[in-house]
C-alpha cells in the first residue's frame, strides 16, 4: 500500500462531534445555580487559555464599558455571592472566552442543548418524520376502528 500523504485525513480517525458540550458534572457541581454558575465561570476562565485581563478587555470593548479583571475574580468565587454576574456581562464572558458550555449550562435544566445553527435543518426534517410515522401510526389505528366499527 502506498504511503498516506501528510495532507491525507484518514477516514477512521474521524470522531463524530459531541452533541451537547458540558461541562464535567464535577467540575460544576453546586448546592445552588448561582454557585453552579460562580464554578463554571471560574471553570470557562481557567481552561479558555486567554489571561484574564485580556479577557476583561474584550468584555469592557464588547459591553463599551468597563470589566476589570477583579469583577471576573468575583463572578468566579462562590463567596462573592452579592457579585451574581448580569445577563448582558455573561454574554461578553461567552464572547470573549467562545465557551459554549457556558450557554449550555443555562439551557440544560430546560431540557435544551445548545447547537450550531447550521444543524437545523437536519434536526427539523427528523423532528417532521418522526411527527409524520407518528400521523401514520394514528390512520393505522382509525383504519383498523372504521373497518372495525369501534369508536374512539
Do not use: N
Amino acid at each position: 500500500m502506498a504511503p498516506q500523504h501528510p495532507a491525507q485525513l484518514d477516514l477512521l480517525d474521524w470522531q463524530p462531534p459531541e452533541a451537547s458540550v458540558r461541562f464535567p458534572e464535577e467540575q460544576v457541581r453546586a448546592a445552588t445555580f448561582a454557585a453552579r454558575l460562580s464554578r463554571a465561570v471560574s471553570v470557562a476562565l481557567g481552561e479558555c487559555g486567554i489571561p484574564r485581563e485580556e479577557i476583561a478587555a474584550r468584555m469592557s470593548a464588547y459591553l463599551g464599558e468597563t470589566v476589570s479583571p477583579a469583577m471576573l475574580d468575583a463572578y468566579a468565587s462562590q463567596a462573592r455571592a452579592d457579585h451574581k454576574i448580569s445577563v448582558p456581562r455573561f454574554l461578553a464572558l461567552l464572547h470573549a472566552t467562545k465557551d459554549r458550555r457556558l450557554l449550555e449550562l443555562l439551557a440544560e435544566p430546560m431540557g435544551w442543548a445548545v447547537i450550531e445553527r447550521q444543524h437545523l435543518p437536519a434536526i427539523t426534517k427528523e423532528a417532521i418524520r418522526e411527527k409524520r410515522e407518528e400521523m401514520r401510526q394514528q390512520l393505522r389505528r382509525l383504519d383498523r376502528l372504521s373497518r372495525t366499527g369501534g369508536g374512539l
